[in-house]
């Protein structure tokens, strides 16, 4: 159900924002969204069977910003498809509740969007909200040929100008994305539930030829993790488990031993490092729930490589190969 009144006829974007339980963040999201340059938009706030009144802050006098309100919390993905169903504008942005975009974060993207030809994903500049601006949350999602994605630059030190160029995927915290090709590769998979739906889409959005581009210009304040929690084993075991089986669909057999083995040998190193330290993570969880789903998803995969229009060197040249930049969670980023 909603509730404002219609939007305008053909916005350019929908603005979908998933909530749960987001209290202050999703107040000032809000309003750093009403407050953008670009104002030819429509917004939906999914919200995940909130309990603390959060979604009170949903402006009823602006006709651009509607609620639909989920019974319980089915997760980002679901959510974010929930959302993304039934629009009819060129291009889906995504935008985090604890993520506060700057004015012309909007203008920005779509402006991104018209200047790249063949563009069908683009990611924001995301700097850390909760400390000093010249620390980056992440500068565009990487996929090594031997472990799991990592968000480039995440919690390094940068000052303008901001990386910009091809990456693998965008991160979804703040992302613009071709509605047409979400909708042809079915949108986000919902037994991710969260964590690592990001870059399986874009996966998909690839082999179908789409191409990814990280903006430096569409800026937006990220918390990280504000709603769930940095480092949880929630956000661990989702995390691990999900990596494999985006890679157990979407990677080219050609490369997809190198990657699976480098994902296995990289959830032992983290088990042991953290059983010295006396912590016990959901690691050996996620591998065997990982590979127990995999049996589920052979069709899926089956049906990716078939349909997928390119060959397997593209994939190749867009993974990042270089241990080091891997080890080091680089930027790593190409020209378009």
Same mark, same amino acid.
């Given at each position: 159900?909603?509730?404002?009144?219609?939007?305008?006829?053909?916005?350019? @974007?929908?603005?979908?924002?998933?909530?749960?339980?987001?209290?202050?963040?999703?107040?000032?999201?809000?309003?750093?969204?009403?407050?953008?340059?670009?104002?030819?938009?429509?917004?939906? %706030?999914?919200?995940?069977?909130?309990?603390?009144?959060?979604?009170?802050? @949903?402006?009823?006098?602006?006709?651009?910003?509607?609620?639909?309100?989920?019974?319980?919390?089915?997760?980002?993905?679901?959510?974010?498809?929930?959302?993304?169903?039934?629009?009819?504008?060129?291009?889906?942005?995504?935008?985090?509740?604890?993520?506060? !975009?700057?004015?012309?974060?909007?203008?920005?993207?779509?402006?991104?969007?018209?200047?790249? !030809?063949? @563009?069908?994903?683009?990611?924001?500049?995301?700097?850390?909200?909760?400390?000093?601006?010249?620390?980056?949350?992440?500068?565009?999602?990487?996929?090594?040929?031997?472990?799991?994605?990592?968000?480039?630059?995440?919690?390094?030190?940068?000052?303008?100008?901001?990386?910009?160029?091809?990456?693998?995927?965008?991160?979804?915290?703040?992302?613009?994305?071709?509605?047409?090709?979400?909708?042809?590769?079915?949108?986000?998979?919902?037994?991710?539930?969260?964590?690592?739906?990001?870059?399986?889409?874009?996966?998909?959005?690839?082999?179908?030829?789409?191409?990814?581009?990280?903006?430096?210009?569409?800026? %937006?304040?990220? %918390?990280?993790?504000?709603?769930?929690?940095?480092?949880?084993?929630?956000?661990?075991?989702?995390?691990?488990?999900?990596?494999?089986?985006?890679?157990?669909?979407?990677?080219?057999?050609?490369?997809?031993?190198?990657?699976?083995?480098?994902?296995?040998?990289?959830?032992?190193?983290?088990?042991?490092?953290?059983?010295?330290?006396?912590?016990?993570?959901?690691?050996?969880?996620?591998?065997?729930?990982?590979?127990?789903?995999?049996?589920?998803?052979?069709?899926?995969?089956?049906?990716?490589?078939?349909?997928?229009?390119?060959?397997?060197?593209?994939?190749?040249?867009?993974? %990042?190969?270089?241990?080091?930049?891997?080890?080091?969670?680089?930027?790593?980023?190409?020209?378009?």
């Amino acid at each position: 159900m909603c509730n404002a009144s219609p939007l305008a006829a053909h916005p350019a @974007v929908r603005v979908i924002i998933v909530n749960y339980n987001g209290g202050a963040y999703l107040a000032r999201c809000l309003k750093a969204l009403a407050a953008q340059t670009h104002h030819d938009f429509e917004a939906v %706030v999914v919200d995940n069977g909130s309990t603390d009144g959060s979604m009170e802050a @949903v402006p009823t006098d602006d006709a651009r910003f509607t609620s639909m309100p989920l019974a319980e919390n089915t997760g980002f993905a679901t959510a974010n498809n929930r959302g993304a169903a039934g629009a009819q504008t060129p291009w889906l942005a995504l935008l985090n509740p604890d993520a506060f !975009p700057e004015p012309d974060w909007l203008e920005n993207l779509l402006a991104e969007s018209r200047r790249l !030809p063949g @563009v069908t994903m683009i990611g924001s500049t995301q700097l850390l909200a909760e400390c000093d601006e010249t620390i980056l949350d992440g500068a565009g999602d990487n996929m090594p040929a031997f472990g799991y994605p990592w968000r480039g630059g995440f919690l390094k030190p940068h000052s303008p100008p901001w990386p910009a160029g091809e990456t693998f995927a965008p991160c979804a915290a703040a992302a613009l994305y071709d509605r047409a090709l979400f909708e042809a590769v079915g949108g986000f998979d919902e037994r991710f539930f969260c964590y690592c739906e990001d870059v399986d889409l874009a996966f998909r959005m690839r082999l179908m030829g789409g191409r990814a581009y990280q903006s430096g210009k569409a800026v %937006v304040h990220h %918390v990280s993790s504000g709603i769930a929690g940095r480092g949880s084993d929630f956000g661990l075991y989702h995390g691990y488990r999900n990596g494999l089986w985006m890679t157990f669909k979407c990677m080219p057999m050609p490369l997809m031993p190198f990657t699976i083995a480098g994902q296995v040998m990289t959830l032992a190193g983290v088990w042991l490092r953290n059983r010295l330290r006396g912590r016990n993570i959901p690691v050996w969880r996620a591998l065997t729930d990982a590979f127990r789903g995999m049996v589920l998803m052979r069709a899926d995969r089956s049906r990716l490589q078939a349909q997928r229009k390119v060959g397997v060197w593209a994939i190749a040249r867009i993974l %990042v190969w270089s241990p080091q930049a891997y080890m080091k969670r680089r930027i790593v980023l190409r020209q378009w």
